[in-house]
């Protein structure tokens, strides 16, 4: 089997992938959507892969690692390795996750994030995610009754357009410092944001107190901070939410778009608390991990097989975590459904240290319309049930697909 065409499309808010071979079967995946500043030119990468054998994974991925980087530059390699495990496990007529290992689960917890567009109570309030305990906290046990959600992630600080904007009140009541927080980079210069408030401090751990004492102890809590605090506040901030018992504190300095990871602050930060730190969505490689794990720098761990190098990429990076004693839960939240399957396969293969992945909802729902593969009760009340389908599991419903494709994508299929 040799490879013949890598071809890309965008179908709603995804930049999907298929890798075609001379033998009629076909390798899918999907890259996390909001970044469409990605180019959709796949010569770079086609030029290097054509002709190999798809099944040799390993071969065709040591062609390709070096045209990726720290997010969002991973992402077209990473997804090519995803497709590449689809062709293989079909090929060898068997789930991925036979091919990872096999898996040690039969199904896989999964979390929800407040940016998973549910429609529930204070859903319009929540437009800019607000800093009301309350409001939140109704809409988290919300959540828990309507889907089963056993945790739940919200924004915080930075992450929060309500605060950003307090942030950058002109009185400077709110941070001692302010940013430019403009497109395309929505946070502070990352590493060093603004110096908070007493007051800003004082509603960030409010906030948090508050939703935990009104959601009790029936559902996980966890955090997405960031990036942009500085080290001095992302420590004030962990010690003052130690009594609510979160999962995690995720990204409190650096993350989503920071090149870099800074692991001796997150040390300083996760040696010196009792609460979990998180970090990790970014980093592209094991490699890139390593001071990251071997400092021991944070509790948990996020890689994200749509930018880390792939899916075998982040079982080799969680499996080198949990000899480090370091918990992973690993990002994903608009990966769409070629992206959940992925993450179930090689999830449902990992060891004591997996927490749960962030679950990826069909954006828009029409997705769920035009797969094939999807078993019915395949979510519930929290967890995603493994199934037993040959490659990652789902494949294109390719007549009822090609209607939402755009004019410029129409080959995609052929």
């Not at 944001?193 to 559902?219: Q, W």
């Not at 075998?312 to 480090?324: Q, S, V």
Request: aromatic share 10%; charged share 25%; with cysteine.
């Amino acid at each position: 089997m040799r490879i013949t065409d890598l071809k890309s499309a965008v179908i709603g808010r995804n930049i999907c992938l298929r890798i075609v071979t001379d033998k009629g079967v076909d390798g899918y995946s999907q890259i996390e959507s909001f970044k469409e500043f990605l180019s959709v030119n796949n010569d770079m990468y086609k030029k290097e892969i054509i002709g190999c054998d798809p099944t040799d994974v390993e071969d065709v991925m040591r062609r390709i690692r070096r045209l990726g980087a720290f997010k969002p530059w991973g992402k077209y390699v990473s997804s090519i390795e995803t497709a590449l495990w689809d062709i293989a496990g079909k090929e060898a007529g068997v789930p991925v996750y036979k091919l990872l290992g096999g898996k040690v689960r039969s199904k896989v917890r999964v979390y929800c994030t407040q940016y998973t567009g549910l429609t529930l109570p204070h859903e319009e309030a929540l437009l800019h995610y607000g800093l009301d305990p309350q409001i939140r906290a109704e809409n988290i046990l919300a959540i828990h009754e309507q889907t089963g959600f056993t945790i739940v992630k919200s924004p915080l600080g930075f992450h929060n357009l309500s605060f950003r904007a307090l942030a950058e009140d002109v009185d400077d009541s709110y941070a001692y410092n302010s940013h430019p927080l403009d497109p395309p980079v929505h946070y502070p210069e990352n590493g060093n944001g603004s110096l908070l408030s007493r007051r800003a401090m004082d509603d960030l751990i409010r906030y948090v107190r508050g939703i935990g004492e009104i959601v009790g102890n029936s559902i996980g809590l966890a955090y997405d901070c960031g990036p942009g605090m500085t080290v001095p506040d992302a420590l004030r901030f962990a010690k003052g939410v130690e009594d609510s018992n979160v999962l995690w504190l995720e990204d409190l300095v650096t993350g989503n778009y920071s090149p870099y990871t800074m692991a001796q602050a997150y040390r300083d930060i996760t040696w010196n608390t009792a609460t979990n730190t998180h970090t990790g969505e970014q980093i592209y490689l094991r490699q890139n991990y390593r001071e990251l794990i071997e400092n021991r720098a944070v509790n948990v761990i996020g890689p994200d097989p749509a930018d880390c190098g792939g899916i075998a990429e982040l079982k080799r990076i969680a499996e080198y975590a949990d000899i480090h004693g370091i918990l992973i839960a690993p990002h994903g939240v608009f990966h769409g459904v070629f992206g959940m399957a992925a993450l179930m396969q090689v999830c449902c293969t990992l060891g004591n240290n997996f927490i749960a992945f962030e679950y990826p909802q069909a954006d828009p729902p029409w997705w769920y319309d035009i797969v094939t593969g999807l078993p019915d009760g395949f979510f519930e009340k929290g967890f995603v049930k493994v199934w037993d389908r040959p490659g990652i599991g789902i494949e294109f419903d390719i007549p009822k697909a090609e209607k939402y494709l755009r004019p410029e994508d129409r080959d995609f299929f052929r």
